[in-house]
Each structure stands twice: as C-alpha cells, then as structure tokens.
C-alpha cells in the first residue's frame, strides 16, 4: 500500500467533490494537506474532517485564476508544514453550451479556470519545490474529451487538451529535479456540481449511464485513491501520463449491428 508520511500537498478545488475526497485521502495515507478554493465554508468542512481523523489540513481561500493568490496560497502551505512535495490541480470550471452560442466571457471563465489556473499553480509549487531540491509529483484531474472531443464543452475540451500538453511538456523539462506530471482523467463522477452541470435532469442522466460500459458512475473516493497512487512512490517511474478511469466511456459505443446490451442470452452454449 501507497504511503505519503511525511508529505505535504495543495489541492485545490479541495472544498468539495473529487477535490475534497482526494484532500481526505491523501491525509488518511499520512500526508498534510492544504486545500484550496474560493468558498472558506467548504474548505474548512474538510480540514475539520482531517483533524477529526487525526491528520494535519491547512485551508486557504483563493482564486486559482490570480497569480498573486495562488502564490500566497503556496507560501501559506510552506510556512505551515515546512515543505512542498506536490500538488493535485481539480479546480475546474465547465457547463454545456453549443458552440455557436458560447459567448466570449463563457469560453474566458472556462479556460482561465482549468488552463490558466492550473499554470499558475503548477508553477507556483514547483518552483518552491525546484528551489529546496524537493522532489515531487504533480497530478491533474482532466476528461477524457480532452483528446476525443465532446460536443457542448468546446471550452472545457481546449482546456484540457491544454493542460494534457502542458503535463506532458513539463514531464520531460522537470524530470532532471525529480518531479513527476501525470493526469487522472475520470468517467462521469457522483458529485453535486458535476451533475447540476452536466446531467440537470433524470432523463440526462439515464443517458450518461447508459454511455459507460460499466453502467455506473464512478465515486469521488475512488478518483482520490488514484491521485494517491500517482503521487506516491509506487509510481515513481510513471510521467507524463494519463490513468483513464471512466468505465470504459472513452472507447465508444456500438455503431454497427443490432445492440448487443438488448440482445437476449443464448440459451444454451456450444461445447
């Protein structure tokens, strides 16, 4: 079992869903954690959770599209726990729209949250761990249609692909001080903001499940789990890469032929 004793990590988008469940995570695995995002209420939830369960949470309000924030944020987690050995970028923002009617100001929210937000903060942590000679991991939460493509979430797709390139790029630049980038890119997730999001209704939703091979969506715990294991040393030899966890959505549908999910089971087998 991945252990991270002694560590200490920023995540942000931490007051809630896959954010929060990871901030859990990585504290239940022994690490000290600072959660980050633009609600205090929610972060201090988790924090309070944390040191429930006897580990050590810092929580720092802040917009990951501000420079200047974010930074403070960085300097806020060093200053608490004396060190930096990562960070989870989950700060996201997305809604469906197509694309002719996107407006301006909906495509700059989009993309200012989830490929410029996750700059300024790869940058910020990385360069602290850069400057004490910490080595490190770096993982952030993408989706899928960063590379498939998905219609109604141009912004978000470009924003992902983005931060895809981004991972991969400083993979290969920051191995020489021993920091490892990688991505998580999980299938529909339970959690409150993605289904006002994405699935507003029952009918929606019957629709995203019935998208996933697997027939369920996946829990925000199980996504902590393996932002967990891409930090620790267990994937040590692992960057620049994509763990795809989305019960097989990403590998399409049927096309061609009668559905084979209606077809009725054969009633006896060949021997």
Same mark, same amino acid.
């Not at 009918?203 to 620790?232: I, K, T, W």
């Given at each position: 079992?991945?252990?991270?004793?002694?560590?200490?990590?920023?995540?942000?988008?931490?007051?809630?869903?896959?954010? *929060?469940?990871?901030?859990?995570?990585? *504290?239940?695995?022994?690490?000290?954690?600072? =959660?980050?995002?633009?609600?205090?209420?929610?972060?201090?939830?988790?924090?309070?959770?944390?040191?429930?369960?006897?580990?050590?949470?810092?929580?720092?309000?802040?917009?990951?599209?501000?420079?200047?924030?974010?930074?403070?944020?960085?300097?806020?987690?060093?200053?608490? %726990?004396?060190?930096?050995?990562?960070?989870?970028?989950?700060?996201?923002?997305? %809604?469906?729209?197509?694309?002719?009617?996107?407006?301006?100001?909906?495509?700059?929210?989009?993309?200012?949250?989830?490929?410029?937000?996750?700059?300024?903060?790869?940058?910020?942590?990385?360069?602290? +761990?850069?400057?004490?000679?910490?080595?490190?991991?770096?993982?952030?939460?993408?989706?899928?249609?960063?590379?498939?493509?998905?219609?109604?979430?141009?912004?978000?797709?470009?924003?992902?692909?983005?931060?895809?390139? +981004?991972?991969?790029?400083?993979?290969?630049?920051?191995?020489?001080?021993?920091?490892?980038?990688?991505? =998580?890119?999980?299938?529909?997730?339970?959690?409150?903001?993605?289904?006002? *999001?994405?699935?507003?209704?029952?009918?929606?939703?019957?629709?995203?499940?019935?998208?996933?091979?697997?027939?369920? %969506? *996946?829990?925000?715990?199980?996504?902590?789990?393996?932002?967990?294991?891409?930090?620790?040393?267990?994937?040590?030899?692992?960057?620049?890469?994509?763990?795809?966890?989305?019960?097989?959505?990403?590998?399409?549908?049927?096309?061609?032929?009668?559905?084979?999910?209606?077809?009725?089971?054969?009633?006896?087998?060949?021997?």
């Amino acid at each position: 079992m991945e252990s991270l004793a002694g560590r200490a990590y920023l995540v942000t988008g931490g007051g809630t869903g896959i954010g *929060a469940a990871t901030a859990r995570r990585l *504290a239940a695995l022994g690490a000290s954690v600072t =959660v980050v995002g633009r609600r205090g209420e929610p972060l201090d939830a988790v924090v309070a959770d944390v040191e429930r369960q006897g580990g050590h949470a810092l929580a720092h309000p802040a917009d990951v599209r501000d420079p200047a924030a974010v930074e403070a944020a960085a300097d806020a987690a060093l200053a608490r %726990f004396g060190r930096l050995d990562g960070l989870v970028n989950n700060a996201a923002g997305n %809604f469906v729209a197509p694309a002719e009617r996107l407006s301006a100001n909906g495509w700059r929210a989009v993309v200012d949250i989830v490929l410029n937000g996750t700059w300024n903060c790869t940058s910020a942590v990385a360069r602290r +761990m850069i400057e004490a000679g910490t080595p490190g991991a770096i993982v952030s939460v993408i989706a899928t249609y960063a590379w498939t493509g998905h219609p109604g979430t141009v912004h978000s797709a470009a924003a992902k692909a983005g931060v895809v390139a +981004m991972t991969r790029t400083l993979a290969v630049e920051w191995a020489r001080y021993g920091i490892r980038l990688n991505c =998580v890119a999980p299938g529909p997730t339970e959690t409150e903001g993605a289904g006002a *999001a994405l699935w507003a209704d029952d009918a929606d939703r019957e629709r995203v499940l019935a998208s996933v091979p697997l027939n369920r %969506f *996946a829990s925000a715990p199980e996504v902590g789990d393996l932002v967990g294991l891409l930090l620790s040393d267990r994937a040590g030899y692992v960057t620049g890469s994509i763990l795809t966890a989305d019960g097989g959505q990403s590998l399409g549908t049927q096309i061609y032929g009668p559905p084979i999910a209606d077809a009725a089971a054969p009633t006896a087998s060949a021997q």
